[in-house]
Every structure is written in C-alpha cells, then in structure tokens.
C-alpha cells in the first residue's frame, strides 16, 4: 500500500508558519502560532504533522539536546546551537558542498547531510565577559 500523505489545512498553516521563521521553534511554540488562525488544532496534531514532515525531508527536525525544533528554511544549510541559550543559527559551511562529492566519488551514497556545530553564541559570550563586546583595544 502506498503511503499517501494528503495536504490539510492544519499541515499548510504548521508550514507557512515554519517557512516564515527563523526562529526553530519547539512543537509547543508551533501550536501556539497554528492556534490562532486554526483554534479547534491540538498539539498531538501539530506534533504529528511536524514529525511526517520531517520524515518525508519536507522540514528539518533539530535537537538540542533539550528540546526537539524545526526548520522550514529550504536552502541548503547548517546550524550552531548555543548551549547556554538554546538558541539556533543558520550558518553556511561551504565545505559541506565539497565533502559531498568526495564521498560519493569514493562511492558512497548519501542521503542526508546533517551539521550542527555546538558552543556558546556570541550573545552569551558577551554576558560571561561581563558584557564586553569581545574586542580588546
């Protein structure tokens, strides 16, 4: 039996959200968004439409080690997580691109690429200095 997933309104409204965010928000913080414009929505929806969607490559799913996010963001990318805020960035790692074609002259097959560099952000680097702005003069 094929596996059909229909388009519904309660999964086109989780996905305009997403793709209009640069937040990465939690399932919760979707349910809250989707809520307003689809009020009778659940959260059991929100976080079944979210994880089919992330099966079917449609979104990216991150973990933070303390929550699971989203991504709608379609172009090719990574992130950096800062472990003190919990915050995600998009950031662009060019070597990905090259990485890729090495691998699969070797004859390899890969089907996802996943990089997610972990630290403190900038922000919060700043506050354990003491609020400077990482400039020494």
Same mark, same amino acid.
């Given at each position: 039996m094929e596996n059909v997933h229909r388009e519904t309104v309660q999964k086109k409204e989780i996905l305009d =959200? $997403? !793709? @209009?965010?640069?937040?990465? &928000?939690? &399932?919760e913080q979707v349910y809250e968004h989707v809520k307003k414009r689809l &009020?009778?929505?659940? $959260?059991?929806?929100v976080y079944r439409n979210l994880n089919q969607m992330a099966e079917e490559g449609i979104i990216g799913r991150i973990n933070t080690d303390r929550e699971m996010r989203f991504d709608g963001n379609e172009i090719e990318h990574q992130h950096f997580v800062c472990e003190k /805020? @919990? *915050?995600?960035?998009? #950031?662009? =790692?060019? @070597?990905? *691109?090259r990485l890729l !074609?090495? $691998?699969?002259?070797?004859?390899?097959?890969? !089907?996802?690429?996943?990089? #997610? =560099? !972990?630290?403190?952000?900038?922000? /919060?680097?700043? *506050? $354990?200095?003491?609020?400077?702005?990482? *400039?020494n003069k």
């Amino acid at each position: 039996m094929e596996n059909v997933h229909r388009e519904t309104v309660q999964k086109k409204e989780i996905l305009d =959200f $997403l !793709r @209009n965010t640069t937040i990465h &928000p939690t &399932p919760e913080q979707v349910y809250e968004h989707v809520k307003k414009r689809l &009020p009778m929505i659940s $959260l059991a929806t929100v976080y079944r439409n979210l994880n089919q969607m992330a099966e079917e490559g449609i979104i990216g799913r991150i973990n933070t080690d303390r929550e699971m996010r989203f991504d709608g963001n379609e172009i090719e990318h990574q992130h950096f997580v800062c472990e003190k /805020c @919990n *915050k995600i960035i998009d #950031i662009e =790692f060019h @070597n990905t *691109k090259r990485l890729l !074609r090495e $691998l699969e002259g070797e004859g390899h097959e890969v !089907r996802k690429v996943e990089v #997610i =560099f !972990r630290g403190m952000c900038k922000e /919060c680097s700043n *506050k $354990l200095k003491g609020g400077k702005n990482g *400039k020494n003069k």
